[in-house]
């Protein structure tokens, strides 16, 4: 059973930066996908990122350039570096694997994106205020 913790949420200005982790228990690193999602109320969850155990990664176009995403696999740890932090980054930040290792034959790789009806394991959130 995958857990999943996430901390690092407040509130900050506009242009300014974050840092979120996800702490992850249960799981081995092998074939898994990790990703960050976020959700604002009255609003659909939007993926923001994800990377899966080859350290591939996937950004929503609206991140691409300002938000990193990483894994720090000696600390079991999933990392979100936010930078030029604009206002409608603010949301609810969830963190969420997916063990379901579907390959694509097509492009021979391991599917890892940003849909999260893929993602089976949810954090319990950490939220992100950017005022402008």
């Known amino acids: 059973q995958v857990q999943l913790v996430e901390s690092g949420g407040g509130s900050v200005q506009a242009g300014g930066s974050l840092r979120l982790s996800c702490a992850i228990s249960g799981h081995t690193y092998s074939r898994v996908c990790l990703g960050w999602f976020r959700q604002d109320p009255g609003k659909e969850r939007e993926g923001v990122g994800s990377?899966?155990?080859?350290?591939?990664?996937t950004y929503a176009d609206s991140v691409k350039g300002r938000f990193t995403i990483s894994l720090d696999k000696a600390k079991n740890t999933l990392n979100l570096q936010m930078n030029s932090l604009k206002s409608e980054d603010t949301g609810m930040y969830y963190c969420a694997a997916d063990l379901s290792s579907r390959w694509d034959p097509r492009t021979r790789l391991f599917l890892c994106g940003l849909g999260s009806a893929s993602f089976g394991y949810w954090g319990q959130g950490t939220q992100v205020t950017v005022s402008s």
């Open positions: 990377i899966f155990s080859d350290d591939r990664t």
